[in-house]
C-alpha cells in the first residue's frame, strides 16, 4: 500500500484541504476498499494504524478499534480532519465544561469532521471491532491531549503524531505509550 494507491482519488492538489474537500475524500476512500482492506488488523493491547498517504498537504490513515480502546480528549494542533467509519461503531465526544460530554454514535457510511479549534475523544463502541479512516489537512504534525491536574486544573500536553493518544492518567505522569 502507498501514496501511489490513493493517488487515482479525486482531491484538490498544491493546497490544504478543507473540513468539506477532507469529508470527500474520506467518502470516496471508504467505497474503495481494495486500497486498504488487507490493512486491517485489530489487537485487543492497542489501536492499530496505518499510515495510507502523506504529502505536503495531506495524511491519510486506517484505524482499527476493539475493546473500548479510547483516544481521550485531544486536538489536532492547526490541522482539520475528518473521520469515515467503514467497519463497526465509533463514539465521538465533545468536552462541556459545567455537564457531561456532547456525544454522537457513528456506524459504517457515516462520515464526521473538525477543525481546529476543537476538542474531542473518540472511541470504540459496540461489541463488533471497528476500522475508521482519518484525514488530516494540513498533515497532522502535533496534537494535544487534555487531562486533570491533581489540583483540578485542566491541562494540555503537547504530543506527536507518533505517540498513541490515550486516556490521560490525573496529573498526566503516564501519557504516550
Ligand atoms: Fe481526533
Known sequence: MSARSLSSLARPRGRDLSGEELEAFLAELADRPELWIDLVAHDASQRQYEELLSDAHLTVWLICWMDDQDTGFHDHDTSSGALAVVGGRIREQRLVLDGPPVERLFAPGE???FSPA?????????????VTLHAYSPPLLRMGAYYI???????????????ELRPLALAGSSAGR
Open 111 to 113: 462520515t464526521f469532521g
Open 118 to 130: 476543537d476538542i474531542h475523544r473518540v472511541s470504540h463502541a459496540g461489541e463488533d471491532p471497528a
Open 149 to 163: 491536574a491533581p489540583d483540578g486544573v485542566l491541562a494540555r500536553r503537547p504530543m506527536s503524531p507518533a505517540e
